[in-house]
Every structure is written in C-alpha cells, then in structure tokens.
C-alpha cells in the first residue's frame, strides 16, 4: 500500500464549477500537508500548504486537513481554464529530512 | 530574481552509462532536494542537503550520489543508467529545512535507451 493515494483522474469540469480534489494516506505521523500544481513541462507549484488539522483559504482555493480521517482535500471555486493541470498532494512528518511524500497527482481540464 | 535552475533541461543516454544533473537553487537558499517523477507518477524522494551535508536519503540504490557545492549548487550522479531511469528529474531548494518552502525547478527530462 501507497503511503499517499490520490485518484489519477482525469476530471474535466466546465468552467465556473467547484472541483473537489482529494488524498488520503496512511502515515499518522504526517503533519504538513501541501497542494502543487503542475502545468506541462514544468516543476510543481506551492498552492497551499496547511499545518495539522483545520482549514486554510487563499482566494479560490481552500485546503482542507482530517487527520482523524487521514483524508485532506482542496477544493477550487470558480474554476478556470487557467486552472487546468495536474495537482499533486504531498505530505511530510517533519522528521530530520523533511522529505515530501507525494500522491499520484490529478490531472483536471476546465473546459471554457 | 532566479528561480531554481536545473540543467540540462533534456538529455538521452544509453544503458551503462552515467549522467550528471545540475541545479543551482535561489539565492540564499540553503537546501537542495532531489526528486525522480516518472512519467504519471508523483515526485519521489532522492537525497537531501543543506549546508553542504546530506540529511536525508529516499529508497533508491548506489548508483545514485548527490553532492552540495560552497555556493550551495548541488549536483545529482546517476551511475550504469537503466531503461527505468528515465524521468524527470526535479531540484527543489529551502532556505531551511522546512518541508512547506520547497520552490521547485523546471526539471531535467532524462531518457535512457
């Protein structure tokens, strides 16, 4: 079993909709939870990034953390076809390393 | 101001032999990572420095070796490549240690055939 687990998609969603991207995992021992984003032909981007359980919102993006559950999601409002690529989530414990452990990503197409 | 930059952007190799990846993270960062995402996969952990040590190593074999430079660049050797060492190849630098300020590069595409 995968440490992250993510649904490889692909979703195409019409533009102006909600899209729900979701990861769960299997490590108790995470705590920082991101979301990247990642266009063709590029390196990952910082969306979000979020500490422990809770919510976070930045603009039309909120990240949502259940450690409980081990489940965190990122939900994108108003979507655009701007906002079509591939989202990655990543997590990490914090230990000495600090390396990130990565989902499958999900490839999303907002179509105009 | 620079972003992190990795060169070269693409590369083809032939089985058995070895490659040398390079990266030069934003100024004043002082952690480099290295990252492998084959083609419909997440990125997965190579090695980590920062100072010029190497504080963490992911699951990958020997033939991998990483270095950090004085000026905190940082090279990735990859030694008798395998068909299944092809991917992209990302460097990702900190100004800490801190998992959450990794700024990724573009990443070298490597293709082994």
């Known amino acids: 079993q995968k440490e992250v687990e993510q649904d490889p998609g692909p979703l195409s969603v019409p533009e102006g909709a909600i899209v729900s991207l979701n990861c769960t995992y299997s490590?108790?021992?995470?705590?920082?939870f991101m979301w990247y984003r990642q266009y063709s032909r590029k390196g990952p981007e910082l969306l979000m990034y979020?500490?422990?359980?809770g919510n976070k919102e930045d603009g039309r993006f909120t990240a949502q953390v259940d450690k409980s559950s081990k489940y965190i999601s990122l939900f994108i409002r108003d979507s655009q076809p701007s906002d079509s690529a591939t989202y990655l989530c990543?997590?990490?414990?914090?230990?000495?390393?600090?390396?990130?452990?990565f989902g499958t990503g999900t490839r999303l197409t907002v179509i105009p | 101001d620079a972003g992190v930059t990795q060169s070269p952007t693409h590369l083809i190799k032939t089985r058995g032999q070895h490659v040398t990846l390079r990266c030069s993270p934003i100024?004043?960062?002082?952690?480099v990572s290295w990252y492998q995402q084959v083609l419909g996969q997440g990125p997965q952990f190579i090695f980590q420095?920062?100072?010029?040590?190497?504080?963490g190593r992911g699951n990958f074999p020997d033939r991998f070796s990483a270095r950090q430079f004085p000026n905190y660049s940082s090279e990735l050797n990859v030694n008798a490549l395998l068909l299944g060492d092809s991917a992209l190849y990302l460097c990702?630098?900190?100004?800490?240690?801190?998992?959450?300020?990794?700024?990724f590069g573009s990443g070298t595409r490597l293709t082994v055939v």
């Open positions: 990702a630098s900190s100004h800490l240690l801190g998992a959450y300020g990794y700024t």
């Open positions: 490590n108790s021992a995470f705590q920082y």
């Open positions: 979020t500490y422990s359980s």
């Open positions: 990543a997590m990490s414990d914090g230990g000495g390393a600090n390396n990130l452990f």
């Open positions: 100024s004043g960062h002082k952690s």
């Open positions: 420095y920062y100072e010029k040590e190497e504080r």
